[in-house]
């Protein structure tokens, strides 16, 4: 495939995102008015929203988690946008990035010069066993759900492969799972804004309250390897190695480079976008990586004109801890089969060489699926401008990267940013 | 809104479609392959499939209709193109249509050079009733849904408020879909391929051949004033005043112009595109127009440097009759409150002065949401080839135009094409 340079330069000027969590009373404008009211007070130099001029709406199912389909159009309405065209884009858990990727497409091109784009998923209200049915549409529903497949079950299945031939064990997960709650602890706007050593003393103090026998973990490994407080789901995946349902909404605002300074100081620009589509997992012939994150994180690399280790930091899509792991080798970070180690040795954590999801990833920050993508945009746009809070990444982030993918990576998109 | 060129010129080279009807035993993506395999075929040079670049698929909701989500890689599996970016896109009815501009953008932009743009939808599987109510999602959920409405129930109330208003009759539709009956009674691929005439000859015979008594109608004005025959679906629509539920896909290839020649000889230029959101119809202080399919049109054509006068063919979005109406007035095509007359007239029949829906439009060709925008595309790259066979349009055709709508207005799309 041929990789052209982007037309012209791209600037992120803008972030909101809602609180993530379970909201039963919101619907999806809810969460996208919170988050873009958010928006509009980041903008440093503030703006006129009629200056947008177009908005891409990444969302996997308002058809099947709210009833409401054509989704674009009423987000511009609840946010007083219309009559700009809104465009919908679906590309399941990659849905948010692939929005992204879009608005950065019609920037560059020359198409607008002011962009929104932003990404919804309502997912809590409805049981959850529907919920897992909804997402399992997003893989082959004539070849996979039929034998029984839903994610939980894919990526076990990635995670099985994965430990057979390159020696992980579910401990090495686990350390996932600890780093990224460590993370979402520092972060408001986290679902879990909790690490799991408290998570696991505020189940004591509960039982105690209730005057049951407390528990008698020792310390966070042996809640994490109790089946009754971290049950398995799909072995060797447990609860706690699960990304969880969600309600938000993210959104960002994209002008062309050459008009940043009007709306702030400190832009970070987008200088690569690859997205690549695969054929569906039961058609691979290998379990342990995801090709169409390699295929679009060449094209990213290629177009932006640095490498994997020029990444300073980075939001990788850990829908499960498998899935950062292989992500990790995916983008180049770490040579294929010793991903595993990264969080475990501390490589990834806010202090380490690559930090990667600093936000608490999806796993901690939570999964509103077609959301994500772009919530990923709003973590790098803060920690690149020093604007994390506590947990902000210390060093300079010249480059960043998020990595976003669809089902079991049939869908795969990356973006680097760069504060020049 | 400022409205720019598009960056460099962009031709349709092959368009295909699969048969519209009910097809029990196929998928989306079965249907796609049919399309695809004929578009191929239409390439008048030859083509490899490799030299896509990039695909763009409307959809609205193979998620409800099909239990399918994340449909775009699903599609470029089923044709052999992964790992080439594909991209869902939602709006409703108008999937098809904003599919269609994204890839124009797309190119236009230069990121790409050649793309895919398809349309599918496959919606007879499920009961109506389910059918209506999936429908009825691209509706406003919150506000409209709960009053009762589906979309008959909202083209009634437009009906209603055009005849109030400019003094239509219910016999001003019927004539919309004679005429779009004896359009698609010529396109072998239409699913009503069949005059109402013939329809209701078919329906004679067809109660003779059982025994029973001959149906007494003189001819199709008695046929269509039956309540039995045509029964009334929401007063003034009719049965033959609705588009049916349809499976099909469609698609088309567009490539930067200047490659045009590589592909064919006679290529199809895309020289304008416009699109505009709305707030729903409940909203909205006129039911008589929709203010998103004026401002689209207004942008494509003075992107493309022409009037609503200079267009010589256009297939419109005719979901229910009155649609057709109103959108001639939107176009520009017929003064405000006398659009209802131009079928009557005859201005719009296929060897009128302006001829609309020669296809059989959505009426009589079907209306597999998602494809319909595609679709139109399709036909319009026939008449403008010459290609349309018996219902060929005999006067040269410099410019044409599609028109396609998103729920009640709330996404409109207009394209503009020149065969130079």
Redesign the interface.
């Known amino acids: 495939?041929?990789i052209?340079k982007l037309?012209r330069g791209v600037a992120l000027v803008g972030v909101g995102m809602s609180k993530f969590g379970a909201f039963p009373d919101k619907?999806s404008?809810d969460l996208f008015v919170e988050a873009f009211q958010e928006l509009c007070a980041s903008v440093d130099k503030g703006f006129d929203p009629a200056e947008i001029?177009a908005?891409y709406i990444g969302n996997?199912?308002s058809?099947?988690f709210?009833?409401?389909?054509?989704?674009?159009?009423?987000m511009?309405?609840a946010v007083g946008?219309?009559?700009?065209?809104?465009?919908?884009?679906?590309?399941?858990c990659a849905s948010g990035g692939?929005a992204l990727?879009?608005a950065v497409?019609?920037v560059?091109?020359?198409?607008?010069?002011v962009v929104l784009v932003g990404g919804i998923e309502c997912m809590t209200r409805l049981p959850t066993a529907q919920v897992t049915d909804?997402l399992g549409?997003?893989?082959?529903?004539?070849y996979e759900?039929p034998a029984g497949f839903t994610f939980p079950g894919f990526y076990a299945a990635i995670a099985t492969a994965y430990m057979h031939r390159y020696g992980m064990t579910p401990e090495h997960l686990m350390h996932v799972a600890l780093k990224n709650h460590a993370n979402g602890a520092l972060n408001p706007k986290a679902q879990f804004n909790i690490t799991i050593a408290a998570w696991m003393q505020n189940r004591i103090q509960a039982a105690l309250k209730k005057g049951r026998p407390a528990p008698t973990w020792r310390d966070e490994w042996d809640f994490l390897h109790d089946d009754a407080a971290n049950p398995p789901i799909a072995w060797p995946l447990r609860l706690f190695d699960c990304s969880p349902i969600t309600d938000g909404a993210a959104c960002a605002l994209l002008v062309a480079a050459e008009r940043a300074r009007a709306f702030t100081d400190n832009p970070i620009y987008v200088i690569g976008t690859g997205?690549?589509?695969?054929?569906?997992l039961h058609?691979r012939t290998d379990l342990t990586t995801l090709?169409?994150a390699r295929?679009a994180a060449r094209i990213a690399y290629e177009q932006a004109g640095i490498t994997a280790q020029d990444i300073r930091i980075a939001e990788v899509h850990d829908c499960f801890t498998i899935a950062e792991v292989v992500a990790g080798e995916d983008l180049g970070f770490f040579a294929t089969g010793t991903g595993y180690k990264m969080a475990e040795d501390g490589v990834t954590a806010r202090d380490g060489a690559r930090p990667i999801n600093t936000s608490g990833g999806l796993k901690a920050k939570g999964h509103p699926v077609g959301a994500s993508g772009v919530a990923q945009a709003v973590e790098i746009f803060k920690q690149m401008r020093g604007e994390a809070g506590p947990r902000q990444v210390t060093r300079d982030i010249p480059l960043a990267l998020t990595h976003n993918v669809?089902?079991t990576g049939?869908?795969c998109?990356v973006h680097i940013y760069e504060r020049k």
Chains 1, 2 share one sequence.
Do not use: C, F, K, N
Not at 66 to 74: L, S
Not at 81 to 92: G, H, I, K, N, S
Not at 275 to 280: E, F, L, R, W
């Open positions: 495939m041929l052209r037309g619907t404008r001029e908005l996997y199912s058809d099947l709210e009833g409401q389909g054509h989704t674009a159009p009423i511009a309405d946008l219309t009559p700009r065209p809104a465009v919908r884009v679906e590309a399941a692939v990727r879009q497409l019609a560059a091109a020359g198409m607008y010069d909804t549409s997003a893989a082959d529903v004539l759900t997205q690549a589509s695969d054929v569906p058609s090709p169409a295929t669809g089902a049939s869908t998109v």
